[in-house]
């Protein structure tokens, strides 16, 4: 199956080949509940990646550790095979080896898949959402085991959401679920089964997935994040309407200076009590605040002060700082809540991901070397 979506990102400039690249090693995004990892970004843009997104997903790609293969299988989709065999992605095989609790263990893609979206996102989501997520996981996943960007462990990846993904083995979903295990691993099964063997791709090759519990109004884009340019990771609206996350945050002045000094040890304040948002990005995102005369990027007061998002106004009432955030993660690829919105009013996975990740394609795996 091959859909190709209807917007373009149109980012591929000089130097964009660069930050391609370097996106591909990262791919891990923050995510508490619902915010996925870019790993591949992080020793790049450190600040880019705090957590405190999300609940529901996370994700980055990992080491590949050579593993034994399933040869020359092929996906068994009834969309598999559409074209020429060029029209896919050749994985050599379809085991992962994922780090769990330290030890290296192997298990089919697709199994691994059905962990991940359970522990991404509540079972009680619409199912067309769930398996846009199974679809961005599994993208997620072979692009560590292809990409440039390795799991810390050295495995293909792990279950450590600040690495790779969020993970929630059998034993966990029967303690968590109880008596519903049954039917709610089946339901996570069957949304994965909608997606078996696709991964999103630009250009033929796996995307960076990234992915965020909640944006608010919009989306956040690669470049006011991460600091460069994916052209398929633009900002674009999301839908969430009432279900986007958010909330408010207050501080006395000396707790923030004292929390923010421990991000930011070089700053100097000068106890006006004062907070005033310098700059917002393309997104509406904060970028620059001026908070009692010093200069402190978003994301730093973010990291600092574990708000929501950068997507925040800041006030002085009653002598105390309050953040207002909307949303929930760093906001780059597809909104977990958004998806949900727009599954519930109708969409389907593919229109989900076409959404969140404009300009790229569904394409089938290929097992076998
Ligand atoms: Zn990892």
């Not at 059998?170 to 049954?182: C, H, N, Q, T």
């Not at 089946?186 to 997935?209: D, F």
């Not at 519990?213 to 884009?221: I, L, N, Q, V, Y």
């Not at 958004?338 to 959404?355: N, P, Q, R, V, Y």
Request: net charge negative; charged share 25%.
């Amino acid at each position: 199956m091959k859909r190709r979506n209807e917007k373009r990102g149109g980012l591929f400039a000089p130097g964009a080949l660069c930050a391609l690249l370097a996106a591909l090693m990262i791919l891990c995004s923050a995510k508490k509940e619902r915010e996925t990892p870019l790993p591949e970004l992080l020793p790049l843009v450190p600040e880019a990646w705090m957590n405190g997104g999300s609940a529901r997903s996370a994700s980055a790609p990992a080491d590949s550790l050579p593993s034994p293969e399933a040869p020359g299988e092929t996906p068994g989709g009834a969309e598999a095979a559409e074209g020429s065999p060029e029209d896919g992605v050749r994985l050599g095989s379809r085991f992962v080896t994922v780090s769990i609790e330290g030890k290296p263990v192997r298990m089919e893609l697709e199994d691994y898949t059905v962990h991940v979206t359970a522990g991404e996102m509540p079972v009680s989501a619409e199912p067309a959402a769930l398996a846009a997520q199974a679809a961005a996981a599994r993208t997620f996943t072979v692009r560590r085991i292809t990409g440039s960007a390795k799991c810390r462990s050295g495995c293909d990846v792990c279950t450590d959401a600040g690495c790779c993904q969020a993970y929630k083995s059998d034993e966990e979903l029967r303690a968590l679920w109880g008596e519903k295990y049954e039917e709610n691993i089946e339901k996570i099964r069957a949304a994965v089964r909608m997606t078996e063997g696709l991964v999103l791709t630009y250009q033929g090759e796996p995307i960076s997935a990234a992915y965020h519990s909640s944006s608010g109004e919009r989306t956040a884009s690669a470049l006011e994040v991460f600091s460069f340019a994916v052209p398929y990771l633009i900002s674009v609206e999301s839908p969430e309407g009432a279900l986007a996350e958010g909330g408010v945050a207050r501080f006395t002045f000396a707790e923030a200076e004292a929390l923010i000094k421990q991000e930011m040890p070089e700053a100097e304040f000068d106890g006006s009590h004062s907070v005033t948002v310098l700059g917002r990005s393309e997104s509406g995102r904060a970028t620059v605040v001026s908070f009692e005369g010093a200069d402190v990027s978003a994301g730093t007061l973010r990291r600092a002060l574990k708000l929501k998002s950068t997507a925040f106004t800041a006030e002085v009432e009653d002598g105390e700082l309050v953040f207002t955030c909307t949303g929930y993660g760093h906001g780059v690829g597809m909104s977990q809540t958004g998806a949900e919105a727009m599954a519930a009013a109708g969409a389907d996975f593919s229109e989900i991901l076409a959404h969140y990740y404009p300009g790229t394609e569904l394409e089938k795996l290929i097992f076998g070397e």
